[in-house]
C-alpha cells in the first residue's frame, strides 16, 4: 500500500515538473565563479536572452554546462523572467609531488599524467586520479612488480585548488623460478626453452636481468616458441595454454606453457598466381621453397619480401607478395602458392633530406641513384641510402617513400641524416707514444664547409718530428665522379732526437703530388698519382751501417746524401662496406703499384701493396672482421734493394698490436758515425786500440758501439693480419659512434736483400710471424677517432719490443 502511494505521489510530481510553466529570457545571471570567466559559461549555455525555454530546455542547458568539465555542481533557476544559474566549480590542481617511483623517471610519469589530463594548472577530477592509479599498477604489473602498490592524496589548497600527491611503493621485480614447457614430444624441452629471453635466476641475471619476469617479454617468447615449430614443418601447432603462477610474497613466478605440436608437413608443390609482371622465370629463381622441403614458414615469408622487392625494383612499390599454404591434413603435405597484385607501378614525385644541417644537398644529391621523375625502384632507392653511409658525413641515414596524397602511383622519398663529426685532429695535444710532446696538430676535415671535398692541413712538432702537409680532394670532380686531388708536403725527421730504439738518421722530404681517381663500377675505382719529392738524409750519432753504405752506394756520402724521385702510382680499389667510419658489414680492398720513374729519378724502385678487410655478421650485434695488410718492394735499374727510408714496418696500435710501433722486423747493427782513420784526425773519441772498444773496423771506416741495441730497420716484406670480434658494450644504448672489438693480430716484416749490418733478417715465412691478442675499443669523438687497445703476446720473434698498452687519436681500427 504504501509503495503504490509513493509512485502516485512520484507520477503527480512529474507530471508538475513537466507542465511548469515556461518563460521568456530577460536576462542571465551566474553565481559561484571563481577562475572560469563569465565568457566561458555564456560560451558554453545553449541559452540567450530573449529565448523561450521550458523544462527540456533547461535540462539540455544544465547537461551542456556539465559536459565543460568546469564544474562539480550546476542548479537553474528562475528569479521572475531572469535565469538564474549557480555552480561550484571543480578545484584546479596546484602541483603534482611524485615519491618513491625508480623503475619509471619522474619525467615519463609527468607525461604520462599530463596525457591523462593530470597536469599543473588542468581541472582535478577524482576519477582521473584513480583511473591513472590503475595505470600505474597495470605498468608495473608489466614489469613483473606485483608487489607494487600506488596511493593517492588531493590534499586541498587555498582558492578552490588542490595538490596531488602520489606515493608509490615500487617493491621487487619478481624473479623466475621454473619454466615449463608442456606437451612436447619432438623437440626436447632445453632447446624449446633456450629460445625464450626469460630465463631462470643464473650467475648472469645480475647484469642482464633475464629472470625478471615481464608480460611483454613473455608474449615474444611464445611467438619465437610459434616461430620454431612453424618453421620445422609444424603448422598445426598450437599452445593451448599459458599459466603464471606467483606466490604468495609475490616475488617468484612459475611460468607454464601448454602446448599441441600437431604433425610435420612436407611441401608437395609450389605456384604462382596474380599479374606477375616481369618474367617469371625471374621469380622461380627467387622461390626458396622447393617440393619435398619440410614446410617453413620463415622460408615462405623470405620468398614473399624476396619476390616482392625484385617487383620494386621495376618501380611496383606498392606490390603485395602473400604465400599462401594449403595443407592435406591426410597426407600431411602444403601446397604453397605465392599470391602476386602488382598494383600500380609508381613514380617518384620528389627527393628531400632532411637532418643536414651543415652538409650541403648537392653533396646527398650527387649519391643518388633513383632521380625524380624515374620510376620507384626499391634497389637503387635502398643503393641511394647505402652510399650517403658510405660517405661517413652521417651517424644514421634513413629513408621513407610516402605516397603522394590524392595519388596511387606517386611517391615522395624523404632521406633523413644525423651528422656526425666528419674529421680529425690527429695527435695534437699531450702526450703521445712514440712521439713525445706534441706541440703542434694535424686537421683533417672529409666534409669540408659541407662541401663534401676533403681538405687536410698538418702542421705538428714533436720531439723529433716535424710535419707541414696541405691536401686537397675534390670527390666530384666531375659530375660522372671523377676525383681530383693535390698535396703538398714538408717533413722533417731526426731520430736522433727519439725517445725510443730506432735506428739514427735525419731526412728532410720536399714534396708534391696530385691524384686522379676514375669510377669503373658502383664499387670500385681506378686511381692514378704522381710525386715529386727531394729527399735530404743525415747520418747520425748512431747511423746504422747499413744506412751509410746505401748513402755512400748511390752517390752521396757516410754524412750526407740528396735523392730526387718521381713517383707514379696506379690503384684500384673496391668497397662495399656499409658505413664510412666504423662499418660492420660488407668488405674493402686495394691494390696499389708506386714506382719511381727511370730517367727523371735519382733511385730506381717500386712497392706493391694490399689492403682488404671483410665483415661478416654474426649476429645483430657482433660481427667478425677479417683483415690484412701486405707489402713487397724493390729496387730496379741501378738501384740494389728498396731505399731503406721506404721499408716497410711493423707493429703499433694500427699494425700488429701489442708490439711496440715499428719494432718487429729486422734490425741492424748500431754503429757511431764516425769514420775510422788510424792514428788521423778523424781518430774516435776515447778509443782504445788495444780493447777495440768500439770496435771499429779500418777496411770500412766504420765504428759498431757493443753498449747500443741493434735499431729496428725495416724490410722490404710486409705480411701482417688478424681477426677481430666486433662486440657491443654492455649498459650502452647508442653504439653507433663506439666500437669495441677482441682481437688476434699476427705480422711480421721480412727482407730479401739483407747485407752484413743486418741481423734477425729472414726470408718470408709464416711461422716467423709475431702474434698478440687483447682487446680494443675505438671511440668518434669530435677531435675524431679515439683509440684505445690493451693486448699481451702470444708469439714474440727474436728482439720484438712488446707493449701492453697502446693509444692513437686520429684513425680508427
Known sequence: MKRLLLIALLSIFMTGAAYAESFTISDIRVNGLQRVSAGSVFGALPLNVGDQVDDQSLVDATRALFKTGFFQDIQLGRDGNILIVSVVERPSISSIKIEGNKAITTEDLLKGLEKSGLAE???????????????LLRQYVAQGRYSAEIETEALPQPRNRVAVKITIHEGTVATIKQINVVGNTVFPEEDLSALFELK??????????????????????????????????????????????????????????????????TVSEVKLSGDIKVPEEEIRALLLVQP???????????????????????????????????????????????????????????????????TEDEVLRREMRQMEGGWASTYQIDQSKLRLERLGFFKEVNVETP???????LVDVNYSVEEQPSGSITASVGFAQDAGLILGGAITQNNFLGTGNRVSFGLSRSEYQSSYNLGFVDPYWTMDGVSLGYNLFYNTTDYDEADYDVTSY???TLGAGMSIGYPISETSSLNYGLVISQDSLNSGTYTVPAILEFMEANGGSADTADFTNLKASIGWGESTLNRGILPNRGYSQSLSLQAAVPG???LEFYKLDYRGQHFTPTSKQTALRLHTELGYGDGFGGTDGLPFYENYFAGGISSVRGFRSGSLGPRAVASLAYPYAPGGANQMPNYDPVTGYYQCNPETGICTD?????????????????????????????????????????????????????????????????????????????????????????????NSDPQFFQFTLGQTF
Open 403 to 409: 605516397q603522394v596524397p590524392g595519388s596511387d602511383d
Open 292 to 358: 619435398g622441403q619440410v614446410f617453413s614458414r620463415k622460408i615462405m615469408t623470405t620468398t614473399s619480401e624476396l619476390i616482392t622487392r625484385r617487383l620494386g625494383n621495376d618501380g611496383y612499390t606498392f606490390a603485395n607478395v602473400n604465400g599462401v599454404p594449403q595443407p592435406d591434413e591426410q597426407a600431411h603435405t602444403v601446397v604453397v602458392t605465392f599470391v602476386v597484385d602488382p598494383r600500380k607501378r609508381a613514380y617518384v614525385n620528389r627527393i628531400s633530406f632532411r637532418g643536414n644541417t651543415k
Open 600 to 602: 727523371a729519378s735519382d
Open 121 to 135: 594548472g588542468e581541472i582535478f577530477q577524482r576519477a582521473t586520479l584513480e583511473g591513472v592509479r590503475n595505470e
Open 506 to 508: 735525419s731526412v728532410d
Open 706 to 798: 757493443p753498449d747500443q741495441d741493434d735499431q729496428p730497420f725495416g724490410g722490404n716484406v710486409l705480411i701482417t693480419g688478424g681477426v677481430d670480434f666486433l662486440f657491443p658494450l654492455p649498459f650502452i644504448k647508442d653504439q653507433s659512434s663506439l666500437r669495441t672489438v677482441a682481437f688476434v693480430d699476427a705480422g711480421n716484416v721480412f727482407s730479401s736483400n739483407c747485407g752484413d749490418f743486418v741481423v734477425d733478417c729472414n726470408s718470408p715465412s709464416l711461422g716467423d710471424l709475431a702474434v698478440s691478442a687483447g682487446v680494443g675499443l675505438t671511440w668518434i669523438t669530435a677531435m675524431g677517432p679515439l683509440g684505445f687497445a690493451i693486448a699481451t703476446p702470444i708469439k714474440e720473434p727474436d
Open 200 to 265: 631462470t635466476t643464473g650467475w648472469l641475471s645480475f647484469f642482464s636481468s633475464d629472470d625478471k619476469y615481464s608480460r611483454e617479454k613473455l608474449s615474444g617468447d611464445l611467438e619465437r616458441l610459434r616461430s620454431y615449430y612453424l618453421d620445422r614443418g609444424y603448422i598445426n601447432m598450437d599452445i593451448t595454454s599459458t599459466q603464471v603462477s606467483i606466490t604468495p610474497d609475490k616475488e617468484s613466478v612459475y611460468v607454464t606453457v601448454n602446448i599441441d605440436e600437431g604433425a610435420k608437413f
